[in-house]
């Protein structure tokens, strides 16, 4: 019992560990100038058996299993996050980037992974496969914060976010090809559209039923939400896998339904899967860097294997792929090389490099070292040096300024109202009034006003002013009208749109 015992505090004690230096890495990350991944693979790598041993693992069915997981707590906080009005113009050249983009870096990386590793044909496609697509973790990570174009951000989100399932279906298509003696390839494009097709209606039907849920259900603490929409992520993603779909494209489009709808404790539910996703990254990304050992890793021959493919990846595949996926799609040439450096491998590859290694395939601990180099590679190099490339092609958007202020809500549930924050834009109608004069639906109360990252007391004479933050009490039945009211526009705004309009 007491060794037992000992065992289990043992364990509790090195995640907690490992969860405040992933912590405190990520402070030091972007003063150093390298994303906080990387730091998070080498705590692992330093843990693990071939560093100070503090860690012994080496179960690549569990880091499989963590993985997923991980996968789709970060896709589902990513679909969140993503505002459907910037993704929407750019879902066209996102979707292609994540197909055909993929593909096209797949044959391009196996021609040269042939001959570089000395495998088969069909070997050198499945680690084509691997490291095909760009990764969601790492690009959410990296772009999260920076004011990077919008139009640019977007489409690497939406890119990343939907691209996964597609190398998981190459993936899984090459293994099932090279284990069987007579692999049928046209039930493989059969599978191919019902994986795509039916995670997409997953994910749009199950988005919609999440938020219906979370927004009629009553509960008396707020803190039940957050959770309440995570098992939603996870009954989408186990429901469309069960069903033979893609699970992570389920969770991403069901995210993104659910990010953009008005939802009851929305700011608890987004808080909540912020830090979750956060944990999951640095659980994931340590406990891949324990996977690997770097007695192996660190060898002439991988190292030199693998910076070679890693230059054909960076250089030649991914800008090939993007060019060719958006002609026609109205990208310059300056966003075109964005796109193409911007393309970030992270866990997904080393995830995606376990299964290989599951099923036996030949050379598959061989394909791991050097997809841990190749990630390794991109996220240090690519990582680091995405926001200078984008001020040297002058990409850069507005600056991203975060209120300097929290607000902590009491559950009011009970209680059938609501606190909305709400950020006064520049064609609000209510700017330059005076609370006095505005007339507010019914039950509505301004609360608190914070303006350049300072509490303003609200009373009559109070002039609302760009940027200020309103935190609006309301009862449910009048949220909807509340909303409405807060979307009209000042009158001279609309007659300067319609003049342009003329003009144009």
Excluded at 353 to 381: D, E, K, R, W
Excluded at 434 to 456: H, M, Y
Aim: zero cysteines; glycine letters at 8%; proline letters at 3%.
């Amino acid at each position: 019992m007491i060794s037992g015992a000992f065992n289990v505090d043992y364990f509790i004690l090195l995640i907690a560990i490992l969860l405040i230096v992933g912590v405190i890495t990520t402070k030091f990350s972007s003063k150093m100038g390298v994303p906080a991944l990387v730091l998070f693979i080498i705590v692992g790598m330093i843990a693990g058996s071939d560093g100070v041993g503090l860690i012994s693992f080496d179960n690549p069915k569990y880091a499989q299993l963590i993985g997923i997981f991980a996968l789709v707590i970060i896709l589902f906080e990513g679909g969140l996050q993503t505002k459907w009005t910037t993704v929407r113009p750019v879902i066209v050249p996102s979707v292609l980037l994540a197909t055909i983009g993929v593909v096209l870096t797949t044959s391009i990386v196996a021609l040269s992974a042939m001959l570089i590793l000395d495998v088969t044909l069909l070997e050198a496609f499945l680690f084509g496969a691997i490291v095909g697509s760009t990764d969601a973790a790492a690009v959410f990570a990296v772009l999260k914060g920076q004011n990077i174009n919008e139009r640019m951000g977007a489409t690497l989100e939406a890119e990343s976010g939907t691209n996964d399932p597609m190398a998981v279906f190459l993936t899984l298509s090459f293994i099932e090809i090279i284990m069987a003696s007579n692999p049928s390839y046209i039930g493989f494009i059969g599978n191919f559209f019902w994986q795509m097709g039916f995670g997409l209606i997953f994910g749009l039907a199950l988005g919609k039923i999440a938020s219906y849920a979370i927004n009629r259900i009553n509960l008396d603490s707020s803190g039940l939400y957050p959770v309440f929409a995570l098992a939603f992520a996870l009954l989408t993603y186990s429901a469309a896998a069960l069903m033979g779909a893609s699970g992570l494209l389920a969770v991403y489009v069901a995210a993104l339904i659910i990010g953009n709808k008005e939802l009851t404790y929305r700011h608890s539910i987004f808080r909540f899967n912020e830090g979750f996703a956060w944990m999951m990254q640095i659980l994931m990304f340590i406990l891949l860097g324990l996977l690997v050992f770097p007695g192996q890793l660190f060898q002439l021959d991988i190292m030199l294997k693998g910076l070679l493919i890693s230059v054909i990846l960076i250089v030649v595949a991914r800008p090939i792929a993007v060019f060719l996926s958006t002609i026609g799609l109205g990208f310059d040439v300056k966003e075109k090389i964005f796109l193409s450096w911007a393309g970030l491998r992270g866990a997904v590859p080393i995830v995606l490099a376990t299964f290989p290694m599951l099923a036996g395939i030949p050379n598959s601990q061989l394909f791991f070292n050097v997809v841990f180099f190749v990630v390794l590679t991109s996220t240090l190099v690519q990582g680091s040096t995405i926001t200078l490339l984008a001020h040297k092609l002058n990409l850069m958007g507005p600056k991203k300024i975060a209120p300097l202020h929290s607000l902590e809500l009491v559950s009011i549930g009970k209680a059938n109202a609501e606190i909305i924050e709400y950020e006064v834009e520049e064609d609000t109608a209510i700017i330059g009034q005076s609370l006095a004069d505005i007339e507010f639906p019914k039950n509505t109360l301004i609360n608190a006003i914070i303006r350049s990252g300072i509490l303003v007391t609200p009373s009559g004479d109070t002039i609302i002013k760009e940027k200020d933050f309103l935190y609006i009490l309301t009862s449910r039945k009048s949220k909807k009208e509340l909303e409405a009211f807060l979307r009209q526009k000042n009158e001279d705004e609309i007659e300067e749109e319609i003049e342009l309009k003329k003009s144009l």
